[in-house]
């Protein structure tokens, strides 16, 4: 007899079914897994072995065949163990053969019997529920698993025998609870950094509209500072955003104690990171920081410093809004709708620019270190702004700032009025006017007659490739909606093309 458990094979964030054969049959003993298993698929004969024998089931002396179905699919992960055992189980009739037929199945084994979470419950449960099945996932795994919807029957047990005393009836598991991470409250304040009143602005304006924004200026000016603070003035995730990030977070295994959290990513990995790690790869094609920041931000400090090939990486998921990971067997995508913030020196020795200091190694020190970031990339970035040193009277006798609460809901009512002008004009997965279409936003960004002639002008003078002229239009909309008015003016196209300005510098110098 073959027993049968529906378990998944992860290719991006989707749970592509795959089917566990297990057949118990007389002829040389031992355990075969066959169907594209990786190391650790294979490794699992041990581990499930061991699991067995710990739970008091003793294998009979036969051979056991395990195929993972489809054979043509590569199966990675540690996550069939327990439908291979459940599978193993049904054939040896420890269990109803049945009971699993309603059920998808992942979970790693112990040698013990107890069962250990896996990456990846979230995405599992929500393909088991679009399949109209259950899910069978790991004690720790239950409360992320819970998320995929109120009606889908999850049994989280904590060992193989708490499972099999379940299907026997002499012991009930109860349904998980879905967990939310509780949000610390205090996050870095914007009231804290002394003057810089235009680099706030700038944050306000990037938060407002998802735009991609650089800074540039010399050490302990308060860039760093700037951008940590951030992710105290962005809108939280909406429901449908919520999913869709803690769906990347599961299958890298980041979801620490199976807890969502409502907050944006705010990601900032260090400069050492390659490419891998920056847009997903690696043996198991995991998702890179560029996914793990989707919907969220990717901070990227002492911009330059990163390898070129990493940063110019970036270019594709900054214009699409997704990775892609090519192999030679299969395609890989991860979403990764990302807003870019990057904090950089001005040069080598930090200070190019500074009232009365001249460099020993004169404009070549700037012109080199800039010329790092390709000019593609540089294009891509919406507002580029001068982050100069804090005067001393700021420091000493500061003014009065203000408290990233209010900025926070300037930027929620900017937030909603591109949310309703989008689902107006029949688009709302938009959602800001960084992501929004180049056709659409000549619609929705016509500036009024001085705007355009200004706009004319400066791109004329300043050479805007079209796509700097689009960005340019996009900056301009959200600082008309942080206004609050309904058409985009000529103050607004001078401050946004101010800001391309500053970057065009720095494009002439890569
Ligand atoms: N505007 C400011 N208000 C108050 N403190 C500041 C300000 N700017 C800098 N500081 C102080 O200087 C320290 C360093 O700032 P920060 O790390 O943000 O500088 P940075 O611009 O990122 O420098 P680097 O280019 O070296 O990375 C902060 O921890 C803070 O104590
Ligand atoms: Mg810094």
Same mark, same amino acid.
């Given at each position: 007899?073959?027993?049968?458990?529906?378990?998944?094979?992860?290719?991006?964030?989707?749970?592509?079914?795959?089917?566990?054969?297990?057949?118990? +049959?007389?002829?040389?003993?031992?355990?075969?897994?066959?169907?594209? *298993?990786?190391? !650790?698929?294979?490794?699992?004969?041990?581990?499930?072995?061991?699991?067995? $024998?710990?739970?008091?089931?003793?294998?009979?002396?036969?051979?056991?065949?395990?195929?993972?179905? *489809?054979?043509?699919?590569?199966?990675?992960?540690?996550?069939?163990?327990?439908?291979?055992?459940?599978?193993?189980?049904?054939?040896?009739?420890?269990?109803?053969?049945?009971?699993?037929?309603?059920?998808?199945?992942?979970?790693?084994?112990?040698?013990?019997?107890?069962?250990?979470?896996? &990456?990846?419950?979230?995405?599992?449960?929500?393909?088991?529920?679009?399949?109209?099945?259950?899910?069978? /996932? *790991?004690?720790?795994?239950?409360?992320?698993?819970?998320?995929?919807?109120?009606?889908?029957?999850?049994?989280?047990? #904590?060992?193989?025998?708490?499972?099999?005393?379940?299907?026997?009836?002499?012991?009930?598991?109860?349904?998980?609870?879905?967990?939310?991470?509780?949000?610390? =409250?205090?996050?870095?304040?914007? +009231?804290?950094?002394?003057?810089?009143?235009?680099?706030?602005?700038?944050?306000?304006?990037?938060?407002?509209?998802?735009?991609?924004?650089?800074?540039?200026?010399?050490?302990?000016?308060?860039?760093?500072?700037?951008?940590?603070?951030?992710?105290?003035?962005?809108?939280?995730?909406?429901?449908?955003?919520?999913?869709?990030?803690?769906?990347?977070?599961?299958?890298?295994?980041?979801?620490?104690?199976?807890?969502?959290?409502?907050?944006?990513?705010?990601?900032?990995? $260090?400069?050492?990171?390659?490419?891998?790690?920056?847009?997903?790869?690696?043996?198991? !094609?995991?998702?890179?920081?560029?996914?793990?920041?989707?919907?969220?931000?990717?901070?990227?400090?002492?911009?330059?410093?990163?390898?070129?090939?990493?940063?110019?990486?970036? #270019?594709?998921?900054?214009?699409?809004?997704? /990775?892609?990971? =090519?192999?030679?067997?299969?395609?890989?995508?991860?979403?990764?709708?990302?807003?870019?913030?990057?904090?950089?020196?001005?040069?080598? /020795?930090?200070?190019?620019?500074?009232?009365?200091?001249?460099?020993?190694?004169?404009?070549?020190?700037?012109?080199?270190?800039?010329?790092?970031?390709?000019?593609?990339?540089?294009?891509?970035?919406?507002?580029?702004?001068?982050?100069?040193?804090?005067?001393?009277?700021?420091?000493?006798?500061?003014?009065?700032?203000?408290?990233?609460?209010?900025?926070?809901? #300037?930027?929620?009512?900017?937030?909603?009025?591109?949310?309703?002008?989008?689902? &107006?004009?029949?688009?709302?997965?938009?959602?800001?006017?960084?992501? /929004?279409?180049? %056709?659409?936003?000549?619609?929705?960004?016509? *500036?009024?007659? +001085?705007?355009?002639?200004?706009?004319?002008?400066?791109?004329?003078?300043?050479?805007?490739?079209?796509?700097?002229? $689009?960005?340019?239009?996009?900056?301009?909309?959200?600082?008309?909606?942080?206004?609050?008015? %309904?058409?985009?003016?000529?103050?607004?196209?001078?401050?946004?093309?101010?800001?391309?300005?500053?970057?065009?510098?720095?494009?002439?110098?890569?």
């Amino acid at each position: 007899m073959v027993a049968r458990v529906s378990t998944v094979a992860f290719q991006g964030i989707e749970g592509v079914p795959v089917e566990v054969q297990v057949m118990v +049959a007389p002829g040389k003993v031992g355990i075969q897994i066959v169907g594209l *298993p990786d190391k !650790a698929v294979a490794e699992s004969r041990e581990r499930v072995q061991a699991a067995l $024998h710990a739970s008091g089931l003793a294998l009979p002396p036969k051979k056991v065949t395990v195929n993972l179905a *489809p054979a043509d699919l590569p199966k990675e992960g540690s996550h069939f163990d327990l439908p291979i055992a459940l599978g193993l189980m049904a054939a040896l009739g420890a269990i109803p053969a049945d009971a699993l037929s309603d059920f998808v199945v992942l979970g790693e084994l112990n040698l013990d019997g107890t069962i250990a979470p896996v &990456a990846g419950a979230l995405p599992a449960a929500m393909g088991a529920n679009a399949m109209g099945k259950g899910l069978i /996932c *790991p004690a720790e795994s239950g409360a992320e698993a819970a998320w995929a919807g109120s009606q889908i029957d999850i049994l989280a047990p #904590r060992s193989l025998i708490a499972l099999a005393n379940h299907f026997r009836g002499t012991q009930v598991l109860s349904r998980p609870e879905p967990a939310i991470r509780a949000n610390a =409250a205090n996050l870095p304040d914007l +009231a804290d950094i002394k003057g810089q009143e235009s680099a706030k602005r700038a944050l306000e304006v990037a938060a407002a509209g998802g735009h991609n924004l650089l800074m540039v200026g010399p050490p302990g000016s308060g860039k760093s500072m700037l951008a940590s603070r951030l992710p105290s003035i962005l809108p939280s995730l909406s429901a449908q955003e919520l999913l869709e990030v803690s769906m990347i977070h599961s299958i890298a295994g980041q979801l620490s104690g199976g807890k969502l959290s409502d907050r944006r990513p705010f990601r900032t990995p $260090h400069h050492s990171a390659t490419m891998a790690a920056l847009v997903g790869g690696g043996l198991r !094609a995991r998702p890179g920081e560029a996914s793990l920041a989707h919907h969220g931000v990717l901070f990227l400090d002492e911009f330059p410093e990163f390898s070129p090939q990493a940063l110019d990486a970036l #270019r594709q998921p900054l214009e699409t809004g997704e /990775c892609i990971i =090519a192999r030679a067997n299969h395609r890989i995508s991860y979403p990764a709708t990302i807003q870019l913030v990057a904090a950089m020196n001005p040069c080598r /020795c930090g200070m190019a620019g500074e009232p009365g200091h001249t460099c020993a190694r004169g404009p070549r020190c700037m012109t080199d270190y800039q010329g790092r970031i390709s000019g593609p990339l540089m294009d891509r970035i919406d507002i580029r702004i001068d982050v100069p040193a804090v005067s001393a009277a700021d420091l000493i006798r500061p003014m009065p700032a203000e408290k990233s609460a209010d900025i926070a809901a #300037r930027v929620a009512r900017a937030r909603e009025r591109q949310r309703e002008r989008f689902v &107006a004009a029949g688009m709302p997965a938009t959602g800001t006017n960084a992501r /929004c279409s180049t %056709s659409m936003i000549e619609k929705l960004a016509e *500036p009024d007659a +001085a705007g355009l002639q200004l706009l004319r002008d400066a791109a004329e003078k300043m050479k805007f490739s079209a796509r700097g002229y $689009h960005r340019v239009l996009k900056v301009a909309r959200t600082l008309a909606d942080l206004d609050e008015k %309904s058409t985009v003016g000529r103050i607004h196209l001078a401050e946004a093309i101010s800001y391309r300005i500053a970057g065009e510098r720095l494009t002439a110098a890569a």
